[in-house]
């Protein structure tokens, strides 16, 4: 089995900072103590606040590069992809959230996106298509 460890704090200090990289089997060995043990102070609210920090962290570092690099390619298709190749590492979730949450979260968020940067000329020209492929899709 390939592990690397990243070490934020020695072991000595008694603080269990072992963020792993694995591939192989049994990786609930690999994970940091205060995701595996029942008893540990660290809850679950706390693991899911730093999670969706750590996602408007990574949101905002790809908005930079973005910037940056000159890309492109839409925001949005980039976090996507983003998405998508953390969604391929091997790595059992912790975290549970609920995808009707997601949804209302993130979907206002996109149509507001979208919206906005809209030509209004173009949006005058296909309202009625937009109008008759919406209306019986909200049917259920």
Same mark, same amino acid.
């Given at each position: 089995?390939?592990?690397?460890?990243?070490?934020?704090?020695?072991?000595?200090?008694?603080?269990?900072?072992?963020?792993?990289?694995?591939? +192989?089997?049994?990786?609930?060995? #690999?994970?940091?103590?205060?995701?595996? *043990?029942? %008893?540990?102070? =660290?809850?679950? $609210?706390?693991?899911?606040?730093?999670?969706?920090?750590?996602?408007?962290?990574?949101?905002?570092?790809?908005?930079?590069?973005?910037?940056?690099?000159?890309?492109?390619?839409?925001?949005?298709?980039?976090?996507?992809?983003? +998405?998508?190749?953390?969604?391929? #590492?091997?790595?059992?979730?912790?975290? *549970?959230? %609920?995808?009707? =949450?997601?949804? $209302?979260?993130?979907?206002?968020?996109?149509?507001?996106?979208?919206?906005?940067?809209?030509?209004?000329?173009?949006?005058?020209?296909?309202?009625?298509?937009?109008?008759?492929?919406?209306?019986?899709?909200?049917?259920?």
């Amino acid at each position: 089995m390939n592990v690397t460890n990243i070490t934020l704090v020695p072991p000595q200090y008694g603080l269990p900072f072992y963020y792993p990289l694995f591939i +192989g089997e049994n990786p609930e060995k #690999l994970w940091p103590r205060f995701l595996r *043990e029942e %008893d540990s102070i =660290v809850t679950n $609210l706390q693991i899911d606040m730093l999670y969706r920090a750590c996602i408007f962290l990574v949101g905002g570092m790809v908005r930079h590069c973005i910037n940056i690099l000159d890309i492109r390619l839409p925001y949005t298709v980039i976090v996507f992809l983003f +998405g998508m190749v953390m969604g391929f #590492l091997p790595i059992e979730p912790y975290i *549970e959230i %609920d995808p009707h =949450v997601l949804l $209302l979260i993130f979907l206002p968020i996109l149509i507001f996106d979208g919206a906005f940067a809209i030509d209004t000329y173009i949006f005058n020209k296909i309202i009625l298509q937009v109008l008759v492929l919406a209306f019986p899709a909200m049917g259920e």
